[in-house]
């Protein structure tokens, strides 16, 4: 803008800018100079979030229902599925194969029937201790993982420390595992509940939420 001089005629007038706008690249760079662990930190995040917004923002329908296929049939080829759901094979196994890259489908197994392997007997154990330790918990963990009979192990919270399912031949079986669970450390409470009829079981996980 011009105002006005004392002497006569006009002068112009430029507004400055603040020392810190003048300087705030230098500031910038010499603060990144001195942190180099926030510059790691800076680059790490810039090239992992595309990644994970880009697998978010193509989770789509198409997606849930290749999951939905092979939590039900995990024996399905590939040319199956793409019939199935209605894509092509190839579209079919890049999105299948980039569901398995980022671990959304951790493996694919085979489900025995319990009944005519003649594992008759399920058993939910629940366990407290006085220890409160990580000594302990991985001495227990370890000796728990070493035990095949034991196909769940939680830990808790409430009253009860941990909860295991356990599944045995028979009652004399059960007491062999059981012999073998309280050698593995202290225990201060062991209780067996057995399960008189299972009324429901599953390994599919609900989808519904993501739609």
């Not at 978010?56 to 590939?78: E, G």
């Not at 299948?96 to 058993?123: F, M, P």
């Not at 059981?178 to 450390?185: D, E, G, N, S």
Request: aromatic share 8%.
């Amino acid at each position: 803008m011009t105002v006005p001089h004392e002497g006569g005629g006009w002068v112009e007038l430029r507004r400055s800018r603040p020392a810190a706008a003048r300087t705030s690249p230098t500031i910038i760079a010499s603060f990144a100079q001195r942190s180099p662990i926030i510059c790691c930190l800076h680059g790490i995040i810039r090239n992992i979030l595309p990644t994970f917004y880009s697998f978010m923002k193509d989770f789509d329908r198409m997606d849930l229902r290749i999951l939905n296929q092979l939590q039900h049939d995990a024996s399905l080829s590939n040319a199956e599925l793409a019939e199935r759901i209605g894509l092509s094979a190839n579209a079919c196994w890049r999105r299948t194969k980039r569901l398995e890259d980022s671990h959304v489908i951790r493996k694919r197994v085979a489900l025995l029937s319990q009944g005519q392997l003649n594992l008759d007997v399920t058993v939910f154990v629940g366990i407290k201790t006085n220890e409160h330790n990580d000594k302990w918990l991985a001495t227990f963990a370890e000796g728990i993982k070493a035990i095949p009979e034991v196909v769940e192990f939680y830990r808790m919270s409430g009253e009860t420390d941990y909860l295991l399912k356990i599944v045995a031949k028979d009652i004399g079986d059960y007491d062999r595992v059981y012999k073998k669970l309280i050698a593995v450390t202290s225990l201060h409470d062991v209780s067996s509940s057995f399960a008189m009829e299972r009324i429901k079981s599953s390994t599919a996980l609900p989808l519904h939420h993501l739609n």
